[in-house]
């Protein structure tokens, strides 16, 4: 069953630009991890945010939790070419021990 | 340390032939879970192992396929009798706990073609 719902499913911008990206859930949450996935390659982790965190920063990537409103954003300032991926967001529910993924954000920086 | 290691990259079989997947989870980790990820669409669940025990299976098709992680070696995925429906890429995960409180690190995947 889909848990994470990304907003947008695609999203163009130019190089520079700030891209972000949303998911929405629907049950209670352990944490949410938001993933990269470049083109016929594996996921890279990027962050895990805890149910009891708001907001988590890693370079030029910044992450909120909105437990409320069962959603969270993905901000990456000052895109480049090579952030050029799709963006997934897991959700791993309580008492469940499973990533549950969304359909993920494609996002393309134009140079 | 060598991240997550599936092989083969790439597989081809034939209608009816059996695919195996393997997955060499991190050094350290015995949690495993194996994923399937159709065309532009994101990754659904399909199993969740331990050291030679399933956690969670609700992910898996109730025929052909199969998963099971030893005491030694890798961890597979068996899809028995293949049709042109199993085309997909496969992803294997690790971890170092329970993802209730860690991070999952995923392999490179294998991708499956059924001809």
């Known amino acids: 069953s889909q848990q994470g719902e990304e907003d947008p499913q695609a999203l163009s911008i130019q190089e520079g630009e700030n891209a972000t990206m949303n998911c929405s859930y629907k049950t209670s949450i352990n944490n949410l991890q938001w993933y990269r996935q470049n083109s016929g390659r594996g996921l890279v982790h990027l962050i895990l945010i805890r149910s009891n965190e708001r907001e988590k920063h890693s370079g030029r990537l910044r992450v909120t939790l909105d437990t409320s409103k069962k959603s969270s954003s993905l901000l990456i300032t000052a895109s480049r070419a090579a952030d050029t991926a799709s963006y997934f967001c897991?959700?791993?529910?309580?008492?469940?021990?499973?990533?549950?993924f969304g359909q993920g954000t494609r996002l393309t920086i134009n140079p | 340390n060598a991240g997550v290691m599936q092989n083969p990259r790439h597989l081809v079989r034939r209608r009816g032939q059996e695919a195996r997947l393997r997955c060499s989870p991190m050094k350290g980790h015995s949690h495993v879970y194996w994923y399937r990820q159709l065309p532009e669409e994101g990754l659904k669940f399909m199993v969740y192992l331990q050291k030679e025990n399933i956690i969670d299976e609700s992910g898996m098709p109730k025929e052909r396929f199969s998963a099971e992680f030893p005491k030694e070696g890798p961890s597979i995925l068996r899809i028995q009798q293949v049709v042109r429906g199993d085309s997909a890429a496969y992803f294997c995960?690790?971890?170092?706990?329970?993802?209730?409180?860690?991070?999952?690190?995923f392999g490179q995947g294998t991708r499956l073609t059924v001809v």
């Open positions: 897991a959700t791993v529910s309580q008492g469940a021990q499973k990533l549950v």
């Open positions: 995960a690790s971890s170092g706990g329970i993802v209730e409180w860690t991070e999952a690190f």
